[in-house]
């Protein structure tokens, strides 16, 4: 099926229109195969080009004439062999021309420009056709208005009419094949995603991507550790499910816990457990991560931001098998394979003394390097379409089409925020799009809007704020970008980022609580 409703956005419609006005003075109208009206002529509200055609609505059963045509032309058209035909009106001496719309050679609907007047026509004739008019309801006045505003058509204008709306019947039909074809690679690659393109959860086609694939296929059936080593929003957690939903422990537990979300003493008992007693509010037993977990995989995640006491009690764990809850006198055991993540760098951390080298060496057996968004733009297209399939199923919406100009946007756009930032944004245009089945760039975010040559132009230059509105949203918004970058460069470390910036460290930990920078925080709440 046609959809009609998006004809009006099409902008070779939009300006075939406007030159149907401008040398004819015609009303562009389409009809579907039930020769119902979809042009959103009959829309309250609607402000019409022709003079005549605006009365006609407005007269005593002037909607029925109208039926009346299109039922006629509808008859004239499906009957008939002629691709365009020029038609008389209910209105004497008023005409106008249709073009039927087939597609597989099946009628779908008609285009009409309505409504005009010969030349020929004499000025007894135009007497007729008030007196019809003022039958109806309008004025004589009114009536001799909209003669007078009516095109007459010459012997010329009759010959290139035709072929302009059978113009506008063409863009239709191929607007529609290209929509279809475009939905059937949309099935195709949401086919390809179940095999080649997809591993688990994980969709990438990039030569980045396949290596993972095969790398997996070889850890997952081992009892192997493994680390994860990627930025934020690379899908870490969605590695470690898949080594883990094709090993051999599938049917026991996974379980996942950030570990930067937890002071140490939290993070103890999350993971060890505790005895009744063992610290206020220890009211009865807990059983730990390790305890729940065993037989099944533990996923460790941003395991680079545990204290060096705590790198012990794990480096136990893997090690011996054993831990003691807090509080308790004697260890238990436990079976659990460790994946551990992180989006720091722990060579450079145990260079400084952060992070123990025999942890490192014991959870680094199968390495995994997740690569950032930006170094498999290939894949982008595909999350776009999946993601974007994924929405509308969950909306129970039909499915949408992103635009060209805004593919580009997102193919140009750096991605800081990986996989996780594209979902939320095909989420967030799917919601702004509403009815509508082609997004368009304008739906954008304005950092993508905004975005010029990658994410920095240099050291320290950041691209991309959104220069529309106030001064103060403006600098609000540098200033954000530039704490959170400054976190993430200085490892979350406050005293030496308050020095960069040249600001107190009691300010700084006021605007990252003003802007929602505190990872514990945002770590705590996901």
């Known amino acids: 099926m046609i959809n009609w409703k998006e004809m009006k956005n099409l902008h070779v419609i939009s300006k075939l229109s406007e030159i149907l006005n401008k040398w004819y003075g ?3 109208i389409w009809t579907d195969s039930h020769a119902k009206i979809q042009s959103g002529h009959l829309e309250k509200g609607r402000e019409h080009k022709n003079l005549f055609f605006k009365l006609q609505l407005g007269m005593n059963h002037g909607h029925e004439f109208i039926n009346q045509d299109i039922e006629n032309i509808d008859e004239m058209l499906k009957d008939g062999h002629d691709q365009t035909v020029i038609f008389d009106s209910y209105f004497k001496h008023i005409k106008g021309v249709a073009s039927k719309v087939i597609v597989d050679g099946e009628y779908m609907g008609t285009v009409i420009a309505y409504p005009f007047i010969l030349d020929s026509a004499t000025e007894k004739e135009k007497g007729e056709l008030v007196a019809q008019m003022a039958e109806s309801g309008v004025s004589e006045a009114d009536a001799k208005s909209a003669i007078a505003h009516l095109r007459s058509m010459n012997k010329t204008d009759v010959e290139y009419l035709p072929e302009l709306v059978e113009l506008v019947s063409e863009e239709i039909v191929e607007f529609h094949e290209e929509i279809t ?6 099935q195709e690659l949401n086919s390809e995603l179940g095999d080649k393109y997809r591993y688990h959860m994980m969709i990438g086609k990039s030569k980045k991507m396949q290596k993972i694939y095969n790398l997996l296929e070889k850890v997952s059936s081992s009892e192997a550790s493994v680390f994860i080593q990627g930025e934020n929003g690379t899908g870490k957690e969605l590695v470690a499910k898949a080594i883990h939903y094709y090993s051999p422990r599938k049917d ?3 379980l996942a816990l950030n570990c930067s979300a937890f002071n140490d003493n939290l993070l103890d008992s999350e993971l060890f457990g505790h005895v009744k007693g063992a610290f206020t ?10 305890e729940q977990a065993n037989g099944g995989t533990l996923f460790l995640d941003e395991i680079g931001d545990t204290s060096l006491s705590m790198q012990v009690k794990l480096l136990r764990v893997l090690q011996e098998g ?3 809850p807090v509080g308790a006198n004697s260890p238990k055991k436990t079976d659990v394979r460790i994946i551990a993540a992180t989006n720091r760098n722990i060579k450079k951390m145990m260079e400084t003394g952060e992070f123990r080298e025999d942890l490192y060496y014991r959870i680094n057996v199968f390495p995994v390097d997740l690569p950032p968004l930006r170094e498999r733009k290939e894949d982008v297209p595909i999350l776009m379409d999946h993601f974007l399939k994924k929405r509308c199923d969950e909306a129970g ?7 060209k100009k805004c593919l580009e946007k997102m193919l140009d756009y750096h991605w800081p925020g990986n996989v996780r930032e594209l979902e939320n944004e095909v989420e967030r245009v799917v919601v702004l799009a509403g009815e509508d089945k082609i997004i368009t760039p304008d739906l954008l975010s304005p950092r993508i809007l905004d975005a010029v040559g990658g994410p920095r132009g240099g050291a320290g230059v950041v691209r991309g704020i959104n220069t529309n509105g106030s001064l103060k949203a403006a600098l609000e918004e540098l200033e954000a970008i530039m ?3 400054g976190l993430k460069r200085c490892n979350f470390n406050k005293s030496k980022l308050s020095k960069e910036l040249g600001i107190s460290r009691a300010s700084l930990i006021m605007k990252v609580d003003k802007y ?5 925080k945002k770590a705590a709440n996901e």
């Open 322 to 324: 054993s831990f003691l």
């Open 397 to 403: 919406q039909a499915m949408k089409t992103f635009s």
């Open 483 to 485: 704490i959170r970058e």
């Open 181 to 186: 074809k475009r939905e059937e690679r949309i």
């Open 516 to 520: 929602d920078l505190d990872k514990r």
């Open 26 to 28: 015609t009303e562009l």
């Open 252 to 254: 026991h537990m996974f």
């Open 281 to 290: 509010g220890a009211i009865k037993d807990k059983k730990g991560l390790f």
